[in-house]
């Protein structure tokens, strides 16, 4: 092959490769990412750590507020001292038996802190008995006033120095003179009386004896009881107003007006009970005095009367 053949070829150009573009496709978006992935790490650690701070605190909180606040609530009581074992017991062995615990122990354990609180040391009222029901319960009595002394009554004071001694019931008092004068006694153990006056339904006495009704368990609910007993002495509808009530030496003393009438008018006594306790009597002794108001200018003995009272060394 000739030279310039050769040479022709390998000079020739290489024919030229153009590439096309394609279709043009629009550009693909990024991936989002969450918010929490965008931030550091620390920061999320310093985050969670607050929370875990915060949420640990309040249960803290709520647990102390339970606790403290339990006593002081209605019927709370706040938790006592544990008292600590006196000595403490070595294991039982098969040749000893426990001991019983000696009385220092039990004395010291009744005297712990974590005792319960004593009783008041006010006493108790004692329930009434169905007989102080049952005279309350007597639209001719009505309940007992509040303690109130008794005041001075009409009339002139009757002096005299004479004295009454009843044995029978263990008390002494006046002996008064004219126009009071004594009279037969049943059922009592001493009576004394004023003359029955004009247009009177009733007499005047004062009268001692053993309290003719059942004791009760305070002296003050006897008195009461003693002072309805008293209307079976007074004009057949008679009802009780209190007028005074108080505590005397041993005993109780109740005054009272008795209302009642006769033949149609209105009319009234005033009375008074006094039961006193007497050391050595089976029962309590009673003073009773009444004075109707038609010798009102009286009623100042029934002072002299209830003052009088002292205690004398029954039979």
């Known amino acids: 092959m000739p030279t310039y053949v050769v040479a022709e070829a390998?000079?020739?150009?290489?024919?030229?490769?153009?590439?096309?573009?394609?279709?043009?496709?629009?550009?693909?978006?990024?991936?989002?990412?969450?918010?929490?992935?965008?931030?550091?790490?620390?920061?999320?650690?310093?985050?969670?750590?607050?929370?875990?701070?915060?949420?640990?605190?309040?249960?803290?909180?709520?647990?102390?507020?339970?606790?403290?606040?339990?006593?002081?609530?209605?019927?709370?009581?706040?938790?006592?001292?544990?008292?600590?074992?006196?000595?403490?017991?070595?294991?039982?062995?098969?040749?000893?038996?426990?001991?019983?615990?000696?009385a220092s122990s039990s004395a010291s354990a009744s005297a712990s802190p974590s005792a319960a609180p004593t009783a008041s040391a006010t006493p108790a009222t004692p329930p009434r008995s169905a007989a102080v029901?049952?005279?309350?319960?007597?639209?001719?009595?009505?309940?007992?006033?509040?303690?109130?002394?008794?005041?001075?009554?009409?009339?002139?004071?009757?002096a005299t120095k004479r004295r009454i001694r009843d044995t029978r019931s263990g008390v002494s008092l006046v002996r008064f003179g004219k126009p009071w004068k004594g009279y037969g006694t049943a059922p009592f153990a001493t009576k004394q009386v004023l003359p029955k006056a004009r247009g009177a339904a009733t007499r005047a006495m004062l009268v001692s004896c053993p309290v003719p009704i059942n004791v009760q368990e305070t002296v003050k609910d006897t008195a009461l009881l003693a002072a309805r007993w008293t209307l079976n002495h007074h004009p057949r509808g008679?009802?009780?107003?209190?007028?005074?009530?108080?505590?005397?030496?041993?005993?109780?003393?109740?005054?009272?007006?008795?209302?009642?009438?006769?033949?149609?008018?209105?009319?009234?006594?005033?009375?008074?009970?006094?039961?006193?306790?007497?050391?050595?009597?089976?029962?309590?002794?009673?003073?009773?005095?009444?004075?109707?108001?038609?010798?009102?200018?009286?009623?100042?003995?029934?002072?002299?009367a209830i003052s009088s009272i002292s205690t004398v060394k029954p039979e």
């Open 10 to 102: 390998e000079t020739s150009e290489l024919p030229k490769i153009v590439v096309e573009p394609g279709p043009k496709h629009p550009p693909v978006s990024p991936v989002k990412r969450s918010r929490i992935g965008d931030l550091p790490m620390r920061v999320i650690y310093r985050f969670l750590a607050v929370t875990v701070a915060v949420v640990v605190a309040a249960v803290a909180a709520v647990i102390g507020f339970m606790s403290s606040g339990s006593s002081d609530r209605p019927g709370g009581e706040a938790p006592g001292p544990i008292a600590a074992p006196s000595a403490a017991t070595p294991p039982p062995g098969p040749s000893s038996s426990p001991e019983p615990p000696s």
């Open 133 to 158: 029901l049952a005279a309350l319960a007597d639209p001719r009595v009505p309940e007992l006033p509040d303690d109130k002394r008794l005041g001075r009554l009409p009339g002139k004071p009757h």
């Open 238 to 304: 008679g009802k009780i107003t209190w007028t005074a009530s108080q505590p005397i030496k041993d005993g109780w003393m109740l005054a009272y007006q008795v209302r009642y009438k006769v033949k149609g008018k209105s009319r009234r006594s005033m009375a008074a009970v006094a039961v006193k306790e007497i050391p050595g009597a089976a029962k309590p002794a009673l003073v009773f005095v009444t004075i109707p108001d038609a010798q009102r200018s009286r009623w100042r003995d029934i002072n002299t």
